[in-house]
């Protein structure tokens, strides 16, 4: 089904996976055409291709197209047959040629192959009704399947990170079943199986719940914070496990680690405020104090360990089980370059990540003002004393209290300022909050 260039623009442009809408573009160039085994008798094509623009870099797209009987151009992942075919795939493992050089491998991890081997041959699937950059079907009510839609070159730390805690028993995640992955020239990951894990929802919908509720956290959301902390430092005790891979080794904390990630977030500062000014023209007047607070970073000892990261830590990315809490999403905030968010850092900087989530939740349940500080507070101080009890003792944080408390601040900064540029271009109606936390 060769789809014309005229009709797969504006079909682009509508899809909500697509992150560049209203862009103009100057070229679009189908790539590669996916040929899936099992898929050969269906009405539907899988391509990569190539959208350029008339300002910015190139971006390459995963597209499922199927032609409905009324003619019109659909997602063919809306078929659960396309989904099943891509699941048999994962499987039986092995790989397929696409194209004269290139070809799409199916990957088995860990005990996938047993867990993947529970489902029937031609499981019920169904969408996950959320927002989201990927496409996420459920099958069988025991696999979650996940395309990435956005294809980028390298190494995609969600599976990286996905098969080593599979690898190594951490529990409080989905398991990694399987994965599928493009090699050679548009080398990337295509999708991956999990275990489904039927949950009761994220933590973003039961903090603003327990917010809306009452604007002062209560014993039961408190104690419910301060256990997800615990499964954030048992996160990190995870990820600092094994001194053997040098992909995820512990390395102490340098002093030019420090002067790099106080750069970093000078120059982020500049290009954030430069931004935001036109909208929130008072944060000109908190530029160079702004400045002068994320130059302190360099001036810390060195002091705690450097570890895979998250890297996009937040309420949303924690589902309440039961009384227990499970971390998903590792691909990293998907604004920075796959390397950058495969480097290590300090743990803190994903537990700044989870203290700006609570503002967030606070300012969008409507917390009053005069009553958000406080309501702020209580739930960082409850999630930080589960977190500090975990990792407290593991060499992975500064000993000294007030180093700690200095990096941790920095680096709010640092995820405030990235707050701030995705909000402007995302979702300006959210923008004040970040704004309001540099005013």
């Given at each position: 089904?060769?789809?014309?260039?005229?009709?797969?623009?504006?079909?682009?442009?509508?899809?909500?996976?697509?992150?560049?809408?209203?862009?103009?573009?100057?070229?679009?160039?189908?790539?590669?055409?996916?040929?899936?085994?099992?898929?050969?008798?269906?009405?539907?094509?899988?391509?990569?291709?190539?959208?350029?623009?008339?300002?910015?870099?190139?971006?390459?797209?995963?597209?499922?197209?199927?032609?409905?009987?009324?003619?019109?151009?659909?997602?063919?992942?809306?078929?659960?047959?396309?989904?099943?075919?891509?699941?048999?795939?994962?499987?039986?493992?092995?790989?397929?040629?696409?194209?004269?050089?290139?070809?799409?491998?199916?990957?088995?991890?860990?005990?996938?192959?047993?867990?993947?081997?529970?489902?029937?041959?031609?499981?019920?699937?169904?969408?996950?009704?959320?927002?989201?950059?990927?496409?996420?079907?459920?099958?069988?009510?025991?696999?979650?399947?996940?395309?990435?839609?956005?294809?980028?070159?390298?190494?995609?730390?969600?599976?990286?990170?996905?098969?080593?805690?599979?690898?190594?028993?951490?529990?409080?995640?989905?398991?990694?079943?399987?994965?599928?992955?493009?090699?050679?020239?548009?080398?990337?990951?295509?999708?991956?199986?999990?275990?489904?894990?039927?949950?009761?929802?994220?933590?973003?919908?039961?903090?603003?719940?327990?917010?809306?509720?009452?604007?002062?956290?209560?014993?039961?959301?408190?104690?419910?914070?301060?256990?997800?902390?615990?499964?954030?430092?048992?996160?990190?005790?995870?990820?600092?496990?094994?001194?053997?891979?040098?992909?995820?080794?512990?390395?102490?904390?340098?002093?030019?680690?420090?002067?790099?990630?106080?750069?970093?977030?000078?120059?982020?500062?500049?290009?954030?405020?430069?931004?935001?000014?036109?909208?929130?023209?008072?944060?000109?007047?908190?530029?160079?104090?702004?400045?002068?607070?994320?130059?302190?970073?360099?001036?810390?000892?060195?002091?705690?360990?450097?570890?895979?990261?998250?890297?996009?830590?937040?309420?949303?990315?924690?589902?309440?089980?039961?009384?227990?809490?499970m971390i998903i999403d590792w691909e990293g905030e998907p604004a920075r370059p796959l390397q950058a968010r495969r480097e290590k850092h300090t743990p803190l900087r994903d537990v700044a990540?989870?203290?700006?989530?609570?503002?967030?939740?606070?300012?969008?349940?409507?917390?009053?003002?005069?009553?958000?500080?406080?309501?702020?507070?209580?739930?960082?101080?409850?999630?930080?004393?589960?977190?500090?009890?975990?990792?407290?003792?593991?060499?992975?944080?500064?000993?000294?209290?007030?180093?700690?408390?200095?990096?941790?601040?920095?680096?709010?900064?640092?995820?405030?300022?990235?707050?701030?540029?995705?909000?402007?271009?995302?979702?300006?109606?959210?923008?004040?909050?970040?704004?309001?936390?540099?005013?």
């Amino acid at each position: 089904m060769n789809v014309p260039l005229e009709e797969l623009i504006p079909w682009l442009d509508r899809q909500r996976w697509y992150g560049n809408k209203g862009v103009p573009i100057s070229k679009l160039e189908v790539l590669e055409r996916l040929q899936l085994p099992g898929s050969e008798s269906l009405d539907a094509e899988a391509s990569v291709v190539q959208v350029s623009y008339l300002l910015g870099t190139p971006e390459r797209y995963l597209v499922f197209l199927e032609r409905g009987q009324d003619g019109v151009l659909r997602d063919a992942l809306e078929d659960p047959a396309v989904a099943r075919a891509m699941l048999a795939f994962a499987r039986r493992g092995g790989q397929v040629p696409v194209g004269p050089a290139d070809t799409v491998k199916a990957e088995l991890i860990g005990d996938g192959a047993r867990l993947l081997d529970l489902l029937p041959p031609e499981p019920a699937a169904r969408a996950l009704g959320v927002e989201q950059s990927n496409t996420s079907l459920v099958l069988g009510e025991r696999v979650l399947l996940k395309i990435f839609r956005k294809l980028e070159a390298g190494l995609n730390p969600e599976l990286e990170m996905g098969r080593f805690l599979a690898l190594h028993d951490f529990r409080a995640t989905p398991k990694l079943l399987a994965a599928l992955t493009l090699e050679g020239a548009s080398a990337s990951v295509v999708a991956l199986a999990y275990d489904y894990v039927r949950n009761d929802g994220d933590g973003w919908e039961s903090v603003q719940t327990a917010l809306r509720s009452s604007p002062r956290p209560g014993r039961a959301l408190l104690d419910s914070l301060e256990q997800l902390g615990t499964t954030v430092g048992a996160m990190h005790r995870a990820l600092a496990s094994d001194a053997s891979d040098p992909e995820f080794a512990p390395e102490p904390v340098k002093v030019e680690d420090l002067h790099r990630w106080s750069s970093s977030i000078v120059g982020e500062l500049g290009v954030s405020l430069a931004k935001a000014t036109e909208r929130f023209p008072a944060l000109l007047d908190r530029q160079e104090a702004l400045t002068e607070r994320a130059k302190v970073l360099a001036s810390v000892p060195p002091s705690g360990q450097k570890i895979r990261q998250h890297g996009d830590l937040h309420l949303g990315q924690a589902l309440r089980v039961g009384q227990e809490w499970m971390i998903i999403d590792w691909e990293g905030e998907p604004a920075r370059p796959l390397q950058a968010r495969r480097e290590k850092h300090t743990p803190l900087r994903d537990v700044a990540g989870m203290l700006r989530s609570f503002a967030y939740a606070a300012a969008v349940a409507g917390v009053p003002p005069e009553e958000r500080r406080a309501s702020v507070e209580a739930m960082r101080g409850a999630f930080l004393r589960g977190w500090q009890r975990v990792v407290e003792g593991t060499g992975l944080v500064p000993t000294s209290e007030a180093d700690r408390d200095t990096m941790l601040g920095v680096l709010e900064l640092e995820k405030t300022l990235y707050e701030l540029r995705y909000e402007l271009l995302m979702r300006p109606d959210w923008a004040h909050i970040p704004a309001e936390a540099l005013g």
